[in-house]
């Protein structure tokens, strides 16, 4: 099992995450989701981790959803655990209060556009295929996609996507906002990297608390956000961090951030 989820922790603090069931297109077994809801916990609660990647093994997919072989023998009444595991992988990855990242190197589908949805960025290769497929076969997004899509996306194009089950290819999602870049000739891997940028300068508990900020108060009013926003302000004062950062720009050096 432990195989079927390659953890690489990096020098920069970068953290690649990598689906390994290339053979079934990375698809997501009940197994495979306990094991990702736990990696996900095991990250946030890691301070050398500063940035998560989250990719598929292959050239072909980034994952094909849920396991549709695993699935099939379940009867209707017992799929409820199946539906609650995706769920709760990908909810425990939204709820990692660091920047996450969707490498999307090929196929996401159903469950894997879902989790891809669940994370800060999405970056795709330019042989990316993105498709919630659920009303295909006979189903629905059932893991965040009618609710996490057009947060991101607008309703319209959502409705489009999920009602109609279209295929969206990497420029595509480029243009609708659906991914924030396209790798080019130097690959995924390059682009990401480049993407995330030296995250050495940027201090972990403001990230994790700008994200904060963003993720509930975009779900509310303006002045319930504003008092969210406010809320996680404060924990940035009371941090080495902060008086760290003053030190270092009266220094002219960079600083040197403890993520706390
Ligand atoms: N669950 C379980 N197995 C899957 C799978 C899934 N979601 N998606 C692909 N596989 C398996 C195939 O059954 C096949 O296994 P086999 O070699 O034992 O026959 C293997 O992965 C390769 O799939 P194949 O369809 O031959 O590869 P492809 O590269 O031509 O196409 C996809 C890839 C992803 C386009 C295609 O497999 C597909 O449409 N899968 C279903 C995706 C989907 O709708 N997911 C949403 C679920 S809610």
Known sequence: ???????????????????????????????????????????????????????????????????????????????????????????????????????????????????????????ASPNALLALTEVRLGIMPGAGGTQRLPRLIGVARAKELIMLGKRVDAQRSLEIGLVNAVSGEAGLTAAVDEFLGDLSACAPVSVAKAKQAIDRGTEVGLDEGLRIERECYDVTLFTEDRNEGLKAFAEKRPPAYKGR
Do not use: H, Q
Not at 93 to 121: H, M, Q, R, S
């Open 1 to 123: 099992m432990s195989d079927e989820l390659l953890i690489e922790r990096r020098e920069d603090g970068v953290c690649w995450v990598t689906l390994n069931r290339p053979d079934a297109r990375n698809a997501l077994s009940r197994a495979l989701n306990l094991r990702l809801a736990e990696v996900a916990r095991e990250l946030a609660a890691d301070p050398a981790v500063r940035a998560v990647v989250l990719t598929g093994a292959g050239d072909k997919a980034f994952c094909a959803g849920a396991d549709l072989k695993e699935r099939k023998g379940v009867a209707a009444e017992d799929t409820g655990p199946y539906v609650d595991a995706i769920a709760g992988g990908i909810n425990a990855w939204a709820a990692l209060p660091k920047p996450t990242v969707a490498a999307i190197n090929g196929y996401a589908f159903g469950g894997g556009f879902e989790l891809a949805l669940a994370c800060d960025f999405r970056l």
